[in-house]
């Protein structure tokens, strides 16, 4: 059964509002598919925009960080716009006017939440490991108390959210489309690099995470 959000004024697109979606799978499928999102606030009346990890747990979203972070003390007592964006590709046009850029990204508005359960909290960090890095997490040191104690895990609902995305080939002028030049779609994607090892490294790295990301996006 498919869940549409509903639109939110937050989350109305008015320009090409016709690449927008409210679906539910959709954006759930494009949370899953990155790990690093662009979270902006307000603090002293000034904006901020600050990168961090993310991942998606059902009907969630959770960050974390250190308990000094201002970021994090800040979002859980005001409203933020979290950002998730993949570029899938340069659109070249044969017109400088027309090229474009092939994108997906979701805007989520909301107030994240502090996880204090102690049993949540350590299920949350082993997501974050289980979703980036799969089948690393039986390998290393799980979090001890002090680590733990450390650090606050947050979490937005995903209720106030919207996709927007462009794909397919350049949009020329028909004046323009006898001009001599290439034109098309550079394909870009995210993958994965040969693994560097530390001189004191033991074993094998588990290569379930590496492929993972060579399918997921």
């Known amino acids: 059964m498919t869940t549409t959000l509903a639109p939110h004024p937050a989350t109305r697109v008015r320009r090409h509002p016709e690449r927008a979606s409210y679906?539910?799978?959709?954006?759930?499928?494009?949370?899953?598919?990155?790990?690093?999102?662009?979270?902006?606030?307000?603090?002293?009346?000034?904006?901020?925009?600050?990168?961090?990890?993310?991942?998606?747990?059902?009907?969630?979203?959770?960050?974390?960080?250190?308990?000094?972070?201002?970021?994090?003390?800040?979002?859980?007592?005001?409203?933020?716009?979290?950002?998730?964006?993949?570029?899938?590709?340069?659109?070249?046009?044969?017109?400088?006017?027309?090229?474009?850029?092939?994108?997906?990204?979701?805007?989520?508005?909301?107030?994240y939440q502090a996880?204090?359960?102690a049993v949540h909290k350590a299920e949350a960090f082993q997501k974050f490991f289980d979703v980036i890095l799969p089948g690393r997490w039986p390998e290393v040191r799980p979090p001890n108390h002090k680590e733990t104690a450390a650090t606050t895990v947050l979490r937005l609902p995903i209720e106030q959210a919207v996709l927007k995305a462009r794909s397919g080939g350049p949009k020329d002028d028909q004046e323009d489309l006898t001009r001599p030049c290439w034109a098309g779609v550079l394909p870009f994607s995210f993958h994965s690099g040969a693994a560097i090892a530390e001189p004191d490294a033991v074993g094998d790295l588990n290569l379930q995470a590496d492929l993972r990301w060579r399918q997921r996006w």
Not at 33 to 54: E, R
Not at 99 to 111: A, D
């Open 115 to 117: 996880v204090t359960d």
């Open 23 to 111: 679906d539910r799978a959709a954006i759930d499928a494009l949370l899953d598919a990155h790990w690093v999102c662009q979270i902006a606030f307000v603090h002293d009346q000034l904006p901020h925009v600050i990168p961090t990890a993310y991942w998606r747990d059902g009907d969630y979203v959770y960050i974390h960080g250190s308990n000094g972070s201002r970021m994090l003390n800040m979002l859980q007592d005001g409203d933020s716009c979290t950002n998730i964006t993949l570029i899938d590709g340069m659109v070249l046009a044969r017109s400088a006017f027309s090229h474009s850029v092939n994108y997906r990204s979701v805007n989520l508005y909301g107030r």
